[in-house]
T-cell receptor, first 115, second 114 residues
Framework: AQSVTQPDIHITVSEGASLELRCNYS??????LFWYVQSPGQGLQLLLK??????LVQGIKGFEAEFKRSQSSFNLRKPSVHWSDAAEYFC?????????????FGSGTQLTVLP | DGGITQSPKYLFRKEGQNVTLSCEQN?????MYWYRQDPGQGLRLIYY???????QKGDIAEGYSVSREKKESFPLTVTSAQKNPTAFYLC?????????????FGPGTRLTVT
């Protein structure tokens, strides 16, 4: 069965600093990979996605992620964090099971941004 | 504007009562999903539906039921058999088929059962 691991439960960075959130997956084939962001008490918003092709993916709000097959990773990065980036971030892997379409989510990383 | 509506935002019920959470979408998506979110556990899939009048159990379906009588609507009933129903519930939808797995989420309903 596929799984997604986000090893960092909570990360704190200063505003303007760079950010990297880690995501590792376990899946037998090339996965479909996603990063979502959730503000407190809200639904999830898609930041970016990887299906195939270029392993460096650009997303919204200045985020990017790199797919590394050899490391089974899909880490999220941002060169300069803004206070509004404080939120919870979820990595997810897409599964195809027969005719079904499902996502498996990691447990999330809570980001705190210091002024 | 196209999107997903969940109502109500907050819901309180007494133990032993069934409660139904609403989810409506006007994105013309074929697939709809219900997730449960608990602190520190990420999202877990309860039920999903690929087409009208058809749905499948997800990872944690016990104590829940759904219906899909209309393309736009996918209500979730939390029954009295659900042992720990207090949680944040998220509805999502996506285009079925092809390579698109992108799911669009509603704002969620926070259910508290006492």
């Amino acid at each position: 069965a596929q799984s997604v691991t986000q090893p960092d439960i909570h990360i704190t960075v200063s505003e303007g600093a760079s950010l990297e959130l880690r995501c590792n997956y376990s899946y037998g084939a090339t996965p479909y990979l996603f990063w979502y962001v959730q503000s407190p008490g809200q639904g999830l918003q898609l930041l970016l996605k990887y299906f195939s092709g270029d392993t460096l993916v650009q997303g919204i709000k200045g985020f990017e992620a790199e797919f590394k097959r050899s490391q089974s990773s899909f880490n999220l990065r941002k060169p300069s964090v803004h206070w509004s980036d404080a939120a919870e971030y979820f990595c997810a892997v897409g599964l195809s099971s027969g005719s079904a379409r499902q996502l498996t989510f990691g447990s999330g990383t809570q980001l705190t941004v210091l002024p | 504007d196209g999107g997903i509506t969940q109502s109500p935002k907050y819901l309180f019920r007494k133990e032993g009562q069934n409660v139904t959470l609403s989810c409506e979408q006007n994105l013309n998506h074929d697939a709809m999903y219900w997730y449960r979110q608990d602190p520190g556990q990420g999202l877990r899939l309860i039920y999903y539906s690929q087409i009208v009048n058809d749905f499948q159990k997800g990872d944690i379906a016990e104590g829940y039921s759904v219906s899909r009588e209309k393309k736009e609507s996918f209500p979730l009933t939390v029954t009295s058999a659900q042992k720990n129903p207090t949680a944040f519930y998220l509805c999502a939808s996506s285009r079925a088929g092809g390579l698109s797995y992108e799911q669009y989420f509603g704002p969620g309903t926070r259910l508290t059962v006492t």
